[in-house]
């Protein structure tokens, strides 16, 4: 198991910018692919973007140019660059981590969950 806390979520107006993180423990989080996942009120929870072990990366249409998914293996971090964020980005973002090799953003493959993180767009 491996343990995942957000941070960074705010409140923003449109057109801004947001740096999420999610620190992992104990395991090493080069173990794990990773994925950032967020819920808006009222809708469903939706994959935004993944990385798996090998940092191939992928986005949904919405975020994609807009959005960057990284991470710092030595730091145990996993972090998503928003730019020119929207009103309809505002959700609870959640990172989730799966064992080994995941490519792709279905919620059923990311056994691990942190609390999630709030960010607010205003427009």
């Known amino acids: 198991q491996v343990q995942l806390v957000e941070s960074g979520g705010d409140s923003v107006q449109a057109g801004g910018s947001l740096r999420l993180s999610c620190a992992a423990s104990p395991n090493p989080l080069s173990w794990y692919s990773m994925a950032w996942f967020r819920q808006a009120p009222g809708k469903e929870r939706e994959g935004v973007t993944a990385?798996?072990?090998?940092?191939?990366?992928t986005y949904s249409d919405s975020v994609k140019g807009r959005f960057t998914i990284s991470r710092d293996n030595a730091q145990n971090t996993l972090f998503l660059q928003m730019n020119n964020l929207k009103s309809e980005d505002t959700a609870i973002y959640y990172c989730?981590?799966?064992?080994?090799?995941?490519?792709?953003?279905?919620?059923?493959?990311?056994?691990?969950w942190g609390q999630g993180t709030q960010v607010t767009v205003s427009s």
């Open positions: 989730a981590a799966g064992f080994g090799t995941i490519y792709g953003m279905r919620p059923a493959d990311y056994t691990n």
């Open positions: 990385i798996d072990r090998f940092d191939r990366t």
